[in-house]
């Protein structure tokens, strides 16, 4: 398997829900049973680590997802099955599933702890007009199982929750996801000290097929199969990345553009002309070949939101939070772009 790995093959791990599993096996009286549920759990466990290592995709599979209290949704078979076939279609390169950079794009930032906020009814409509989802990572830190919890050494329930809330996003859109993890320091709300786990989601959102995957500029080197790498600065004061001063700006967009196959650059509008200057310079340095997302944060800088030529961060009335100051919708951009 690993060599047909290295060979550029792809080979898929399914990742089950071991409590389902175990209720199975018990039924089952053609199998050999275990002597005790626990006993599955710990084969498992101990053969887990050979299962990655022999695969470089990684679909979960679980009834319970979208159902409540535990009950399996009624339709989650067929939901698991068409996902499935969409991860192997991505895997093997047959349908990429990718959003057209030629012409003008957003995608919504999520805001929420959990992604059963937005489900099933909230979700259609949060996506009207959008191209992709953002999955926030650092986001779902909020959520009461994790709020203010020491994650700098102990990785897998976290990494297990990010995995469901990824999976439940997948069964509940046919939209790409855009997975991103963002640090403190870049404006987001994972600690910059849990690199390990930053680094471990990263490379988890590639293995799962996510189509975008933002790796910030000079954090982290990953291998991105399939997957599509925003390589992203964020300047939360506007103090570094001033668009007028082209000599930092274009050193960014160049150590962008090495680490990823989208650049992302970030500032803050301290005034309307910074929007201006922002537009002058993606229209440098942009085209469908060499993409490149650049805007302004805050109030004053929403108009280089208006004017980014592609993936612009979007939020929604209904959300009821938004991921970045000054972050606009969907229909107000489009509405701003109908009378310019």
């Given at each position: 398997l690993q060599k047909h790995i290295a060979a550029g093959g792809a080979?898929?791990?399914?990742?089950?829900n071991m409590v389902q599993v175990a209720e199975y096996l018990q039924r089952d009286t053609t199998r050999p049973a275990y002597a005790a549920a626990s006993d599955m759990h710990e084969v498992y466990a101990r053969r887990r680590p050979l299962y990655a290592e022999s695969c470089n995709y990684e679909f979960l599979v679980d009834k319970a997802l979208l159902g409540t209290d535990g009950a399996e949704h009624p339709g989650s078979w067929g939901l698991i099955e068409r996902d499935f076939v969409r991860?192997?279609?991505?895997?093997?390169?047959?349908?990429?599933n990718r959003v057209d950079l030629a012409r003008p794009s957003c995608f919504l930032s999520l805001t929420a702890p959990d992604v059963r906020e937005y489900l099933p009814a909230r979700l259609p409509t949060l996506t009207e007009g959008v191209h992709a989802i953002e999955l926030r990572v650092d986001l779902l830190l909020r959520s009461p199982e994790f709020a203010g919890a020491d994650l700098s050494t102990e990785h897998d329930a976290f990494a297990a929750y990010v995995y469901r809330q990824f999976t439940l996003?997948?069964?509940?859109?046919?939209?790409?996801?855009?997975?991103?993890?963002?640090?403190?320091?870049?404006?987001?709300?994972?600690?910059?000290?849990?690199?390990?786990l930053q680094a471990r989601?990263?490379?988890?959102a590639v293995r799962w097929g996510a189509e975008y995957v933002d790796v910030e500029v000079g954090e982290l080197q990953i291998a991105r199969q399939n997957s599509?790498?925003?390589?992203?600065y964020h300047d939360t004061t506007g103090e570094r990345l001033q668009w007028g001063r082209t000599g930092f700006a274009a050193d960014?967009?160049?150590?962008?553009?090495?680490?990823?196959?989208?650049?992302?650059?970030?500032?803050?509008?301290?005034?309307w002309d910074d929007n201006m200057a922002c537009q002058a310079f993606v229209q440098q340095h942009h085209s469908p070949a060499t993409p490149l997302i650049a805007l302004n944060m805050g109030e004053r800088g929403q108009m280089s939101r208006v004017l980014c030529p592609c993936l612009t961060p979007?939020?929604?009335?209904?959300?009821?939070?938004?991921?970045?100051?000054?972050?606009?919708?969907?229909?107000?951009?489009?509405q701003a772009r109908a009378l310019c």
């Open positions: 080979v898929i791990c399914l990742t089950p991860l192997v279609r991505f895997a093997t390169g047959r349908e990429l996003l997948r069964h509940s859109s046919r939209l790409p996801v855009v997975f991103t993890v963002r640090t403190e320091p870049q404006g987001g709300a994972f600690p910059a000290a849990w690199a390990e989601l990263l490379r988890s599509l790498l925003i390589a992203s960014m967009l160049a150590r962008a553009r090495a680490a990823g196959d989208i650049a992302k650059l970030i500032s803050v509008a301290r005034s979007v939020t929604h009335p209904l959300l009821g939070a938004v991921a970045a100051p000054g972050q606009i919708s969907a229909r107000q951009i489009s």
